[in-house]
């Protein structure tokens, strides 16, 4: 589409106007990141709006607000620029004021002060009119919810000041942080008309991501995490608002917050991006304990004894796959196993991409260690000793589970 109407402007036949706005929304690193994603937003800019300093900087902004000054202070703003043919003006102003929660006083969430207020710095006579129309609109749908007055002014742009280079890009420069999130949840109509399913507890363990619209993070843990995630462990993904019956301690202003639940109560908590890794270790802890020897092999890269329990189980199992136990995903088939003699599971490979192989120099051998590439968990060692010259995958079942081939469907 973009690509499109820039042709099209490029003939003349679309006039592309070029608007300015500033919003201001609690801390400018979210807002930023909000708003120079949506198509038709040519350059989002944090900087600072709204004050009497003619030459703010950020230490400036936090000295006033701490140690008091004569005159206005600014607040931190976004600078947006758009191409009005792309997107309208009232879109953006909507998603500024269902982004935060206006009717909050000189402050967002637990950033306090009068350098997070909430303002909107209009440049056009159409913008200032669409803001006070939109502001009416909203002020009816938080009613309709117990919230209070709207607290937001709405002024024209005087003069913008862009931030320092540090907080240019803040988000994308540090992928493992949190998107914070202060919104109420309120939507304006158009918006409003699926409606919002809430969940219950279902009873016994199960995790809960938190995410929110426009999170980064929260679309990059669905990209690491949930969309290969296959485990026994109940996940859901939703949004604050729809939590219904759950017992929870930490404060849900945060995207993503990975919640672990045990009867619909709060085990255990992860605000912000969580890496593949931390979050399986976790997981293992969550539902083997850090005690079972499961655990230690998967993290502690631990090796059970010869001819176990779980070995005998699984040697002679019927026609299936082998999947990682906490993952979820296929990791070996019963087409490759082979009876090695060793004690313990044998095969000639794993499914194509689903382990990753790295040298192991302990207890002074050289060895080829191989893990399970979505969740990381040691599985065992990789020889050049199997039958005909081929492989031998060496592999732990205790980190395992058999699924027979005709159930595997269900596990997908």
């Not at 709207?150 to 024209?156: A, D, G, V």
């Not at 949004?239 to 109560?265: C, N």
């Not at 969740?375 to 031998?392: K, N, T, W, Y």
Request: with cysteine; glycine share 10%; charged share 30%.
């Amino acid at each position: 589409m973009k690509k499109i109407l820039l042709a099209l402007a490029l003939l003349g036949t679309v006039q592309a106007k070029e608007q300015t706005i500033g919003f201001a929304a609690g801390c400018f690193w979210g807002v930023e990141k909000h708003f120079e994603k949506m198509e038709g937003v040519i350059r989002a800019t944090s900087g600072y709006a709204g004050g009497e300093d003619s030459n703010p900087t950020y230490q400036k902004i936090l000295d006033r607000r701490f140690n008091g000054g004569k005159g206005k202070n600014h607040t931190e703003t976004v600078e947006v620029v758009y191409d009005d043919q792309q997107v309208s003006t009232r879109r953006l102003i909507e998603d500024f004021w269902e982004l935060h929660d206006p009717t909050q006083a000189d402050g967002q969430g637990n950033d306090k002060g009068d350098n997070y207020r909430s303002a909107l710095f209009y440049t056009t006579e159409d913008q200032r009119k669409i803001a006070e129309e939109t502001k009416g609109i909203y002020q009816k749908l938080l009613a309709e919810k117990g919230y209070g007055k709207i607290t937001t002014k709405i002024e024209k742009l005087q003069k913008f000041y862009p931030a320092e280079a540090y907080h240019q890009d803040y988000l994308q420069k540090h992928p493992n942080g949190y998107c914070p999130d202060h919104a109420t949840g309120v939507k304006f109509e158009k918006k409003r008309a699926k409606k919002q399913e809430m969940i219950q507890p279902l009873g016994g363990k199960e995790i809960v991501v938190i995410d929110a619209d426009d999170c980064p993070f929260c679309a990059q843990f669905k990209k690491d995490v949930t969309d290969a995630y296959r485990g026994d462990t109940p996940l859901r993904t939703v949004h604050k608002t729809q939590l219904q019956g759950f017992d929870i301690q930490t404060k849900l202003d945060a995207t993503p917050t990975i919640l672990f639940i045990v009867d619909g109560k709060e085990a255990g908590a992860y605000r912000g991006y969580m890496p593949p890794e931390a979050f399986y270790k976790t997981l293992g802890a969550f539902v083997l304990g850090t005690d079972s020897e499961a655990f230690k092999i998967a993290f502690d890269q631990g090796t059970e004894g010869r001819f176990c329990k779980q070995y005998d189980k699984f040697k002679h199992t019927g026609d299936g796959v082998f999947i990682d136990a906490l993952s979820g995903v296929i990791l070996f088939d019963t087409k490759d196993r082979f009876n090695s003699h060793s004690g313990w599971l044998s095969f000639y490979r794993s499914v194509n991409g689903s382990t990753v192989e790295k040298e192991d120099n302990r207890y002074g051998m050289k060895r080829v260690e191989v893990r399970a590439k979505k969740s990381g968990i040691h599985l065992g060692h990789v020889f050049e000793d199997a039958p005909g010259g081929r492989r031998r995958f060496c592999i732990n079942a205790t980190v395992l589970k058999f699924i027979p081939r005709d159930k595997i469907t269900k596990n997908k």
